[in-house]
């Protein structure tokens, strides 16, 4: 018998999921967070190396936080790309690097992070929040991020954890049950956010992220967990 915990939805569920939420969204993400998530991106897009000038991507870029932060990065002389496969998520998006004065520098597309709709050795970093997790084929996500990336470049992967520490877990357990649901039935979406705890329990360790990664080709790999180790992100080098 399989146990709950197992049951994957699939990319078309999870699809029609991000865009239910989408109104909601980065409200709920503040909220939820207390505004810690955009120090964690900012640490992602920090651990990515980008710099003035570069091509970069952001894959599962739901409403463009972290995109427009390597947009920031990159500059007026660099490009961006934010990719999702929730409409709803990029059509936020757009609203919201046009009205940061952004949108020469951000191109947003719809596709499948397992299949990047970019040639071979395009970016010179690459960025994805808390995607991973929700990706139906982790290793084919990971090996598709390595294909896009230039020699040398780098990718940052910020996701969800189970701390290793047993009061941690407790506390996040918590938090989840307490904190992140009632808050979702608030805004009417208790279904939407109760998927969370499963796809925390299914998502591999940093220790197997990181095995993950080599195995997908990337040349290193080094999984910093943060937040307690509720938050992690793998940095992975082509």
């Given at each position: 018998?399989?146990?709950?915990?197992?049951?994957?939805?699939?990319?078309?569920?999870?699809?029609?999921?991000?865009?239910?939420?989408?109104?909601?969204?980065?409200?709920?993400?503040?909220?939820?967070?207390?505004?810690?998530?955009?120090?964690?991106?900012?640490?992602a897009v920090l651990w990515s190396g980008a710099e003035?000038?570069?091509?970069?991507?952001?894959?599962?870029?739901?409403?463009?936080?972290?995109?427009?932060?390597?947009?920031?990065?990159?500059?007026?002389?660099?490009?961006?790309?934010?990719?999702?496969?929730?409409?709803?998520?990029?059509?936020?998006?757009?609203?919201?690097?046009?009205?940061?004065?952004?949108?020469?520098?951000?191109?947003?597309?719809?596709?499948?992070?397992?299949?990047?709709?970019?040639?071979?050795?395009?970016?010179?970093?690459?960025?994805?929040?808390?995607?991973?997790?929700?990706?139906?084929?982790?290793?084919?996500?990971?090996?598709?991020?390595?294909?896009?990336?230039?020699?040398?470049?780098?990718?940052?992967?910020?996701?969800?954890?189970?701390?290793?520490?047993?009061?941690?877990?407790?506390?996040?357990?918590?938090?989840?049950?307490?904190?992140?649901?009632?808050?979702?039935?608030?805004?009417?979406?208790?279904?939407?956010?109760?998927?969370?705890?499963?796809?925390?329990?299914?998502?591999?360790?940093?220790?197997?992220?990181?095995?993950?990664?080599?195995?997908?080709?990337?040349?290193?790999?080094?999984?910093?967990?943060?937040?307690?180790?509720?938050?992690?992100?793998?940095?992975?080098?082509?």
């Open positions: 018998m399989v146990a709950p915990s197992d049951l994957r939805p699939s990319t078309q569920e999870i699809q029609a999921l991000f865009d239910r939420i989408a109104p909601v969204y980065d409200e709920l993400n503040q909220t939820l967070s207390l505004g810690f998530h955009r120090v964690w991106k900012r640490m003035a000038g570069d091509c970069c991507v952001d894959v599962c870029c739901g409403s463009g936080d972290l995109a427009l932060m390597l947009a920031q990065q990159v500059g007026v002389k660099g490009q961006v790309y934010g990719v999702d496969f929730s409409a709803q998520q990029l059509a936020i998006a757009q609203q919201r690097s046009e009205s940061a004065r952004l949108s020469k520098i951000v191109a947003w597309k719809q596709a499948d992070a397992l299949d990047l709709p970019f040639e071979a050795a395009k970016f010179d970093a690459v960025t994805m929040g808390y995607g991973l997790r929700n990706l139906t084929d982790i290793p084919q996500g990971l090996a598709e991020l390595r294909r896009v990336l230039k020699p040398n470049g780098t990718a940052a992967i910020l996701d969800f954890h189970r701390p290793s520490n047993p009061l941690m877990q407790q506390f996040q357990q918590w938090y989840l049950d307490q904190v992140v649901v009632p808050a979702a039935e608030r805004y009417g979406l208790p279904d939407e956010y109760a998927y969370i705890a499963p796809s925390v329990d299914r998502f591999p360790t940093g220790q197997k992220q990181v095995a993950l990664a080599l195995e997908a080709g990337f040349s290193q790999a080094v999984h910093y967990p943060i937040a307690g180790g509720m938050m992690g992100v793998l940095v992975a080098a082509h």
